[in-house]
């Protein structure tokens, strides 16, 4: 991450744009050789997220490599959205998070403090603090957001899975009779 490209992250909306009151974060674009490697570890993972949220899943948007340096947030959001902007966002079924570093709030050797995964389901929210390589999987319309990061910088990797038709749901039998 810390040699590659930094642009910073936008937001999809009507347009795709920079917000910063929204969300403050950099998109890093990594090596290719590591977005491979992490793009095929995530495809292993496809059929048992899909087996655990008992749906069909086909294909992921694309690894996304994201820097929150202090002060770095994302407000509350959903990633599933109709947008003309992203017409591929209607399809996330599922986003992907992994964090690549963890959190002091974890663990005092963590690479930074605040940051939390906040999650909002069943009226509850839950803060998902994060530790070095865990990968956390939600469905993308999902209310979520990224607290402040106050110290340090949080370095994760961002993707989503798509809904997809099971063959059987399209497969139908002819009688030739």
């Known amino acids: 991450m810390d040699a590659g490209l930094t642009e910073t992250a936008e937001v999809l909306d009507d347009e795709i744009e920079v917000r910063d009151e929204v969300r403050r974060v950099a998109s890093i674009e ?6 491979a490697e992490v793009e095929q570890r995530l ?18 948007e694309g690894a996304g490599f994201l820097r ?9 959001h959903r990633d599933r959205a109709s947008v003309a902007s992203w017409p591929d966002a209607a399809r996330r079924a599922i986003a992907l998070v992994v964090f690549l570093n ?7 050797d963590g690479a930074f403090a605040g940051g939390a995964l ?19 999987a939600f469905p993308a319309d999902l209310l979520h957001e990224v607290l402040e990061v106050v110290a340090g ?9 798509y809904d997809g038709i099971a063959p059987s749901a399209n497969f139908k039998v002819r009688s030739s009779k």
Request: aromatic share 10%.
């Open 102 to 108: 963890g959190s002091r709030d974890q663990d005092p």
């Open 30 to 35: 990594v090596d290719p050789a590591i977005v």
């Open 68 to 76: 929150y340096a202090d002060g770095g947030f994302y407000r509350a």
């Open 43 to 60: 495809d292993s993972q496809q059929a048992p997220i899909a087996a655990y949220f008992g749906r069909h899943l086909s294909g992921r």
């Open 118 to 136: 906040r999650v909002f389901a069943d009226d509850d929210a839950i803060d998902v603090v994060p530790r070095q390589g865990m990968l956390v």
């Open 153 to 161: 910088t949080r370095d994760t990797i961002v993707d989503w899975l």
